[in-house]
């Protein structure tokens, strides 16, 4: 159907060269894509496309899926078998709105023979009737949620959405040390800034870096040992591609109060609660404050000077230092710190669009139509049969749709709500009218704070929620839900977000097990 040209060499040496390092690994390769097979060779990065470009394939194509079931795509980094298969594929389906890990984004960009079409199904979907919807970041924080941002493409720098974009702090100034690290899939911290161990100018500051692709943010949390002033220099480079040299994208330095007042710090802002970010902007190649003291995402974000600024850490940020080794780099167990939140579960770099919009049936359907039009070009032969497969599964899809939207209507609208661990589930929440009411505590690593059980007790009891509902994939990271759960009655039941398993391992699956899931749950 299709013919397969040698795979070129782009950043490994050959596809035997791969095949050689597994077997001397003691991997054995997995059945996957290959240039001696007649069918279109299809990467998707996510068991969920995976599904919906088999079901417009059908015998035509052979796909294999970068991020296996059971992973989170927000924090899968790929191996040397996804490199092969990405080698020998025809056609590269990606999610995108920085749903996958910039790795894979990476293999994808880097390893795709020239000529080979990928597809960003989110963004392509949008000509096909998809509805997209702004991510919504939880409001609910009682101290200011401050991650990383960067603004802009910078596209006058031909930077793509493989290029990187390196923050790094250079230095911190105050009366103790400041540590800001995200939470990784199994509650290992991963450093963005640790001034614990200084700042180390000969490796380009690599330890206090944070590397973010354009136009992207990442939560994180930020732990200060003692009360008092701190100041940190921030610089900012771009890297347009592998090996080529850094765009320098200007120096800042930032000013936290921790504990203290903030009168005679030379400030006209304060920010002390909603969302913020300490910004470089790729196109004006500037660093500032990005911030909405209210909450609401970008659309609601105001641009602030460092200069006259000061990020407030209150002394409710006061928390206990957790026991175990992987977090003495705060200090003794029981210990108190000020830290300002994470707010997400484990790793989490995204942009303002939620990505999950295959949770709306009818944006699975506008995936399902780029599909078959993608499929179409790579492999005009098989246009009929492309059309007749798409035709079948888009009926399907719609009996699906009409599924989902009586079963979830069918549940007293004063049950109706949802609370579960993941902000994966707005579109659902849009499309079939079931509000989600709550998330699990703001940073699953460490020990919730009273506060934090106490508010998701408070609207477990307010509203009367029948039941919380967890993914199963990341069961292990949410106890404080099921335990809260427990202590006032309430059922803990599954539901699906980003990946399959061996119980539900198709899109059609995913969507009527949630559906009846959320029905049985909350009507009882």
């Not at 992973?71 to 980094?77: G, L, T, V």
Request: aromatic share 8%; proline share 6%; net charge negative.
């Amino acid at each position: 159907m299709v013919d397969h040209p040698a795979p070129m060499p782009i950043r490994i040496r050959s596809v035997a060269a791969v095949v050689a390092v597994l077997l001397a690994s003691g991997c054995t390769a997995p059945v996957s894509l290959s240039d001696s097979d007649d069918r279109v060779q299809v990467v998707a990065t996510t068991g969920i496309l995976a599904d919906l470009v088999r079901n417009v394939g059908g015998d035509r194509v052979l796909v294999n899926s970068l991020v296996p079931d059971n992973a989170d795509a927000h924090s899968y980094e790929p191996t040397l078998r996804d490199v092969r298969n990405v080698v020998y594929a025809d056609v590269a389906f990606s999610n995108y709105l920085l749903l996958e890990t910039q790795g894979v984004i990476k293999t994808l960009d880097a390893n795709l023979r020239d000529g080979v079409p990928s597809i960003s199904l989110a963004e392509g979907a949008t000509r096909y009737a998809a509805e997209i919807i702004p991510l919504v970041e939880d409001a609910s924080l009682d101290t200011i949620w401050l991650g990383m941002r960067v603004r802009g493409t910078g596209a006058q720098y031909q930077a793509t959405r493989a290029s990187d974009v390196l923050l790094s702090a250079t230095g911190v100034s105050g009366p103790g040390d400041l540590v800001a690290y995200l939470t990784g899939a199994f509650g290992a911290p991963e450093f963005s800034i640790n001034s614990t161990d200084g700042f180390d100018a000969s490796n380009g500051f690599k330890d206090d870096t944070t590397t973010l692709p354009p136009d992207a943010h990442t939560h994180m949390s930020w732990a200060f040992t003692k009360p008092g002033v701190y100041r940190v220099t921030m610089e900012a480079r771009l890297a347009v591609a592998q090996g080529t040299k850094p765009v320098e994208l200007g120096r800042q330095t930032f000013t936290f109060a921790v504990g203290v007042e903030t009168h005679g710090l030379g400030a006209t802002t304060v920010l002390g609660a909603g969302h913020a970010d300490i910004t470089v902007d790729v196109d004006e190649r500037r660093l500032y404050v990005y911030a909405d003291p209210h909450g609401g995402g970008e659309v609601r974000q105001h641009i602030y000077d460092p200069a006259t600024t000061v990020i407030e850490v209150p002394n409710k940020a006061l928390k206990e230092i957790p026991a175990g080794p992987g977090y003495r780099f705060l200090g003794r167990p029981g210990a108190r710190v000020y830290q300002l939140p994470q707010a997400v579960l484990g790793r989490h770099v995204h942009g303002e669009i939620d990505p999950h919009l295959w949770q709306d049936v009818g944006n699975a359907q506008a995936y399902v139509e780029l599909i078959r039009d993608t499929l179409i070009g790579v492999d005009p032969a098989g246009a009929a049969e492309y059309h007749r497969n798409a035709d079948a599964y888009l009926a399907e899809l719609s009996a699906l749709d009409t599924y989902v939207a009586e079963t979830i209507a069918s549940i007293p609208p004063a049950s109706r709500y949802l609370v579960t661990t993941h902000d994966a589930f707005a579109y659902l929440a849009h499309a079939y009218g079931i509000p989600v009411a709550g998330f699990v505590t703001p940073n699953p690593a460490t020990e919730p704070s009273l506060a934090d059980r106490r508010k998701l007790t408070e609207t477990i009891r307010n509203l009367h929620v029948r039941a919380v509902f967890l993914e199963p994939n990341l069961r292990a990271r949410s106890s404080t839900l099921a335990e809260v759960a427990r202590e006032q009655g309430v059922r803990v039941c599954p539901i699906y977000g980003d990946a399959f398993d061996r119980t539900v391992n198709t899109y059609v699956r995913m969507m009527r097990f949630n559906a009846a899931s959320l029905k049985e749950c909350l009507s009882r």
